[in-house]
């Protein structure tokens, strides 16, 4: 399985979850059955809200699923038009999320429980989530 997530760095499997999709400075590419990792930088950042088209860089990677601390509902609903599934990030780090998707602790988000307005993170860095085994 490709999952992607969005990150300030990359610091491997130790990197931490950005808190929103569209204005992470990039994000890391993990083959689950190769362990590969790749970096993509996000060309849209900083775009603006509606402004977000990485969804075509990820389908074109062939991305299975994304896990990430906040999107708003625009680039959702782009992302699962292109086969992505969404889902919100609990741990902190990569090798955190990919531990708490194998176990079935993370949710797919929906459009409901998408971010109502354009966030800007002031945390960079830092997922949303708090942890998939408390």
Known sequence: MKLCFPVTKND????????????????LLVDTETQQIQELANR??????????????????KVDAMILGGVGRGALSKLEAVGIKVYQAKGVTISDNILCLVDGRLE???????????????????????????
């Not at 988000?109 to 989530?129: F, V, W």
């Open 44 to 61: 849209q950042q900083g775009k603006g809200h509606g402004g977000c088209f990485q969804h075509q860089a990820l389908a074109a990677e």
């Open 108 to 134: 797919q988000l929906k459009a409901a429980a998408a971010c109502s307005g354009h966030q800007h993170a002031q945390d960079a860095g830092h997922g949303h989530g708090h942890g998939c085994h408390q």
């Open 12 to 27: 491997g499997l130790a990197s931490h979850i950005f808190s929103h999709f569209g204005s992470a400075p990039m994000f």
